[in-house]
Nanobody, 112 residues
Framework: QVQLVESGGDLVQAGGSLRLSCAAS????????MGWYRQAPGKQREWVAH???????NYAFSVKGRFTISRDNAKNTVYLQMNSLKPEDTAVYYC??????WGQGTQVTVSS
């Protein structure tokens, strides 16, 4: 079955960087849509970025220029490099793929 396991979340100061990972099994990431979403306390889950099977990427306006999504096909892993972090980036970050599969999430906390 499909499994997505996120990691890399942490507590970081504003202006810092983190790299999140999403290790996939049961699917081949290079043949599927892979997305990152986030959910802050008391807010709805929101789309952050995605990468399609042809390698095209897209980003939410709030993270464009600061976050970069990429994938390592050999490791079947998707990454989210987050730079210039802001307190408003604080959220649980989730990985998702075609078919509506979700990981368990990883907590990112940005202190001011």
């Amino acid at each position: 079955q499909v499994q997505l396991v996120e990691s890399g979340g942490d507590l970081v100061q504003a202006g810092g960087s983190l790299r999140l990972s999403c290790a996939a099994s049961g699917i081949i990431i290079s043949r599927n849509y892979m997305g990152w979403y986030r959910q802050a306390p008391g807010k709805q889950r929101e789309w952050v970025a995605h990468i399609t099977s042809d390698g095209s990427t897209n980003y939410a306006f709030s993270v464009k220029g600061r976050f970069t999504i990429s994938r390592d096909n050999a490791k079947n892993t998707v990454y989210l490099q987050m730079n210039s972090l802001k307190p408003e980036d604080t959220a649980v970050y989730y990985c998702t793929t075609t078919g509506g599969y979700w990981g368990q999430g990883t907590q990112v906390t940005v202190s001011s």
